[in-house]
């Protein structure tokens, strides 16, 4: 990291992604460090829209270059939406797959989330529904929101 940040005019040139990967998997080859445990929280929200990779493709072709490294002592835990281009690139790499969405603890939570935000969310409360119409915006957003 010392040697691109001094590479960099002492970080006032930005590094290009190119140097920033190669310095990461510099450092996680280094011998002796023990365990590394990267995670990678919400990948389906990195935009997916515009460019030519999308921002989004660039993540994956960089997890996917890191995952290949296949370092023993380094584990990904890697959480997103179960998007196809996502799953395309990350099932194939995947030891453990752990589908939260539908779990039922999920969607309990999810559950009690929307009922605390509808109920007690001063800005929901300010909109004088009825207690029928309440009900009827928490069992559907629950039955809808798919364990997400």
Known sequence: ?????????????????DAL?????SMLKLPAQGELYL???AIDECPNSSGCPTPRE????ILHELIDLKH?????????????????????????????????GQNQDI????KDLVLLDPKMRGLKWR???????IE???????GM
């Open 21 to 25: 990967l190669e310095c990461l998997k």
């Open 111 to 114: 559950a009690k989330y929307i």
């Open 1 to 17: 990291m010392s040697s691109v940040y001094s590479t960099h005019d002492n970080g006032t040139r930005q590094a290009s992604i």
């Open 72 to 104: 023993p002592h380094v584990h990904f835990c890697i959480t997103s939406r179960p998007e196809t281009d996502i799953r395309d690139v990350l099932e194939p790499l995947a030891i453990y797959n752990a589908p939260l969405h539908e779990q039922a």
């Open 140 to 146: 559907t957003l629950t039955r809808k929101a798919g």
């Open 39 to 41: 995670v990678i929280d």
């Open 58 to 61: 660039q993540v994956l072709v």
């Open 131 to 137: 207690e029928e119409d309440k009900q009827l915006v």
